[in-house]
């Protein structure tokens, strides 16, 4: 397979508003990463994927129509299907999508720039030298994650009646998917670029009004340290709608005053992150140091399919119209699934069945609506049932029993 990349810093000149918190509405006081782009273009057997990284809460569809005008005009093989672009999420970085302007401002000088940027550096891929690459690929699991969907159970005045509501905190007892997968591209015996995914939502920090591309950027800088300031890091997130770090430690009496409600919402501290963000550089370099899959056999698919929001939303109304479903492989070993949307962990299971090999699952692509919750998460409500509609500059509520509407797109990108 050949590998050609690039990377571009896509960090502000000035300061900004930054994207994730509607409280948050004066521009950055520092700079604690920088953020980036970085792109990679794999070849094999005359078939290509373009896949875009970057560093914001989310993206938007005016970039891929960017990317795409640009290519067309230099009559590049990139289509829409060829095409892979991904937010990290990090909620310190500028608002690049306009149609979520509650979530921060958007820069509109900002963004031009930018999404011109990242275009012209996509159809420069085409004028460097590929390398010929194989891959190795690690899979391992990263304990300090944790679903913030929690029950809480309230007495109303009559002992017997009890209710309860979902709220925003840590739910030590329920599980989710905590896989961590790292894929290093070769060419010879030099590691030229490193891809990886974890399900967690960027949202804990030192400096809450300081530009970042929070746990993303740190691992980036850790891992050049040992491979070099040119190699390229692709992060790609998971389906992490309900997912955030943990900090708490575990011990009965943690886990207890977490589901009484006594531990309110994420409580840490900064020295809390840092020691956070430690552990999960440990836990990649000793799944790094590991024997990993090596790959050398490609076979580059792109699919994709779409489901209308109506399907979903009762009286939907919006300016997305789409929940878009890609699938990609780079081989028969990387499987890769895409939604654009902050999709609940829940769904790697209803969906594992349905394929015939392992997928990777991944989301915050696109045009990203919103939250993709569960039918059983729909019937509970909470933030990633209704609680985002206004957020996100969307009206509705969710019908029941979507997940067929979602199992009928994914059905589609797959294989015959």
Request: net charge positive; charged share 25%.
């Amino acid at each position: 397979m050949l590998f050609t990349h690039t990377t571009i810093d896509i960090t502000p000149d000035q300061p900004l508003s930054l994207a994730g918190w509607s409280n948050r509405i004066e521009p950055y006081t520092a700079v604690e990463s920088r953020l980036e782009a970085n792109l990679a273009l794999f070849e094999y057997a005359s078939k290509y994927i373009l896949v875009v990284c970057i560093d914001s809460l989310f993206v938007s569809n005016k970039l891929r129509l960017e990317i795409l005008n640009h290519c067309e005009a230099k009559n590049l093989p990139i289509n829409s299907e060829s095409l892979l672009i991904y937010a990290s999420h990090t909620h310190f970085a500028p608002n690049i999508d306009e149609l979520k302007p509650d979530l921060g401002t958007p820069d509109l000088n900002y963004i031009s720039k930018t999404f011109e940027k990242i275009a012209f550096a996509a159809t420069d891929l085409f004028n460097k030298k590929a390398e010929h690459v194989s891959a190795v690929h690690n899979k391992g699991r990263f304990e300090q994650t944790i679903n913030r969907r929690r029950k809480t159970w309230h007495r109303g005045f009559n002992p017997f009646n009890w209710n309860y509501t979902i709220e925003i905190g840590p739910n030590p007892i329920s599980n989710i998917n905590k896989d961590l997968h790292i894929i290093r591209f070769y060419s010879k015996d030099k590691c030229i670029g490193i891809l990886w995914t974890l399900a967690c939502h960027p949202v804990n920090y030192k400096d809450f009004n300081a530009c970042s591309a929070n746990y993303i950027g740190y691992i980036r800088k850790k891992l050049r340290l040992k491979y070099g300031d040119e190699c390229p890091i692709f992060f790609i997130q998971g389906f992490a709608g309900n997912v955030r770090a943990s900090m708490m430690k575990s011990n009965f009496k943690n886990t207890w005053n977490a589901l009484l409600g006594k531990k309110k919402a994420f409580e840490f501290e900064a020295n809390d992150y840092k020691k956070w963000l430690d552990k999960l550089d440990e836990n990649i370099r000793e799944l790094m140091d590991k024997e990993g899959k090596k790959i050398q056999s490609f076979d580059l698919r792109t699919k994709q399919s779409s489901i209308l929001l109506a399907k979903l939303i009762k009286e939907y109304k919006g300016d997305i119209k789409n929940l878009n479903i890609q699938r990609w492989q780079l081989s028969a070993e990387l499987n890769f699934l895409a939604l654009s949307a902050e999709v609940v962990n829940n769904y790697i299971d209803y969906l594992s069945p349905y394929f015939n090999k392992e997928f990777i699952p991944t989301a915050y692509t696109d045009n990203c609506y919103g939250y993709l919750p569960r039918d059983f998460q729909i019937k509970e409500g909470g933030y990633e049932v209704d609680g985002f509609f206004k957020w996100f500059n969307l009206k509705g509520t969710y019908k029941p029993n979507i997940e067929k509407h979602i199992l009928e797109g994914v059905k589609k990108v797959l294989d015959d």
